[in-house]
């Protein structure tokens, strides 16, 4: 079987630019609920902000994906007062499992110029600067992207990805939905005692925990509202309950499989000619809230294969790693500093 990398980086993205004199850069972060635009000014460090609605194409179709990601892009150009022309660069990150029908309906609209990528590489870009690394992503659902190598050498691959039928291992949806189980396998006595059963009743608003299930089914719940339980499922092991303290090592190593075969497959493991460098692997998502009960079995897991690996938490926005893939793009990378980025994200946002 051929297996070739399930996401492809442009080459304008890989390869060093000629430094440039571009001013504005657009990074655009879209999602199965809202899209978010920034247009930065390299020269005075200011950010627009735009916004949209959905633009996950599995989720509201081509079509209306590209009118939010548009129409986000168009309000962050206004708020800017500049013309789509003046941009140096723009970069769409969208979630989704195809975005190749995205990128030509957004081309058309617009230039060549605009590059539209799985919204795994914006990731990537926020956990590693766009050097090598990993980007660990596990919110309501999970995905693992990273690149090895440099310029024409860049090897990018991905695993996970797959969504809540087929995969999203150690997701807050993945979580709950263990939780759940777990729950009933209390009622059931199938399974050890654990506070997870009053809590999902609790939680859940349902007498029993039968009900709790007949309520999964009947509602039927969405994705959101399963994963969000997740969080009664990290307080509870804080506490010490052990079924809950179970479930978060067993999504820890799940989640740490895919990335180690990520690492593996980039050449940045222990048995690679790069194995005394060292580079990040970015924890990106709601599902590292949980903390320790979480981050320290994924790390140790990780670190069995790539004692090097530098694992925790990136604090900067997924906009924020298209404005740096933008900045990239159009040779102008070395005027932004990450810390100073997330800065004016977060003001910006909380305006």
């Known amino acids: 079987m051929k297996r070739e990398a399930l996401v492809q980086l442009p080459?304008?993205?890989?390869?060093?630019?000629?430094?440039?004199?571009?001013?504005?850069?657009?990074?655009?972060?879209?999602?199965?609920?809202?899209?978010?635009?920034?247009?930065?000014?390299?020269?005075?460090?200011?950010?627009?902000?735009?916004?949209?609605?959905?633009s996950n194409e599995d989720a509201v179709g081509a079509e209306a994906a590209v009118q939010a990601l548009l129409k986000a892009a168009d309000e962050a150009i206004d708020r800017a007062g500049i013309e789509p022309g003046q941009l140096g660069a723009?970069?769409?990150?969208?979630?989704?499992?195809?975005?190749?029908?995205?990128?030509?309906?957004?081309?058309?609209?617009?230039?060549?110029?605009?590059?539209?990528?799985?919204?795994?590489?914006?990731?990537?870009?926020?956990?590693?600067?766009?050097?090598?690394?990993?980007?660990?992503?596990?919110?309501t659902g999970s995905n693992v992207f990273g690149v090895g190598g440099k310029g024409a050498d860049a090897r990018p691959w991905r695993v996970g990805g797959w969504g809540h039928l087929l995969g999203d291992e150690g997701s807050g949806y993945w979580l709950g939905v263990q939780s759940i189980k777990a729950a009933l396998r209390d009622r059931e006595r199938s399974?050890?005692?654990?506070?997870?059963?009053?809590?999902?009743?609790?939680?859940?608003?349902?007498?029993?925990?039968e009900a709790v299930a007949s309520s999964v089914y009947a509602k039927p719940m969405t994705k959101g509202e399963i994963a969000a339980f997740a969080i009664e499922t990290s307080?509870?092991?804080?506490?010490?309950?052990?079924?809950?303290?179970?479930?978060?090592?067993?999504?820890?190593?799940?989640l740490a499989e895919q990335i180690?075969?990520?690492?593996?497959?980039?050449?940045?493991?222990?048995?690679?000619?790069?194995?005394?460098?060292?580079?990040?692997?970015?924890l990106i998502g709601s599902a590292f809230k949980a903390g320790k009960v979480f981050v320290e079995p994924l790390t140790?897991?990780?670190?069995?294969?790539?004692?090097?690996?530098?694992?925790?938490?990136?604090?900067?926005?997924?906009?924020?790693?298209?404005?740096?893939?933008?900045?990239?793009?159009?040779?102008?990378?070395?005027?932004i500093v990450a810390g100073?980025?997330?800065?004016?994200?977060?003001?910006?946002?909380?305006?």
């Open 11 to 54: 080459d304008v993205l890989t390869k060093p630019q000629a430094h440039g004199d571009a001013r504005f850069v657009l990074g655009v972060d879209g999602g199965a609920t809202k899209t978010l635009a920034a247009v930065l000014d390299l020269q005075d460090s200011t950010l627009h902000l735009g916004h949209g609605g959905p």
């Open 90 to 139: 723009a970069v769409l990150a969208v979630a989704g499992t195809d975005t190749e029908d995205l990128a030509r309906n957004v081309r058309s609209a617009r230039t060549d110029a605009w590059i539209v990528v799985n919204d795994v590489v914006a990731a990537w870009a926020t956990a590693t600067g766009g050097g090598p690394g990993v980007a660990a992503i596990a919110g």
């Open 191 to 209: 399974g050890p005692a654990t506070a997870l059963s009053e809590a999902a009743m609790a939680f859940f608003d349902q007498p029993s925990v």
């Open 235 to 254: 307080k509870l092991a804080e506490q010490g309950d052990a079924v809950a303290c179970e479930l978060y090592e067993h999504g820890a190593r799940a």
């Open 260 to 282: 180690v075969a990520v690492i593996r497959q980039i050449g940045l493991d222990a048995d690679s000619a790069n194995s005394s460098e060292e580079f990040p692997v970015g």
């Open 300 to 335: 140790r897991a990780v670190h069995e294969c790539a004692p090097n690996a530098r694992v925790g938490a990136v604090e900067l926005a997924p906009a924020g790693g298209s404005l740096l893939l933008a900045a990239r793009a159009c040779g102008s990378a070395d005027g």
């Open 340 to 351: 100073e980025l997330a800065r004016l994200i977060d003001d910006a946002l909380s305006k």
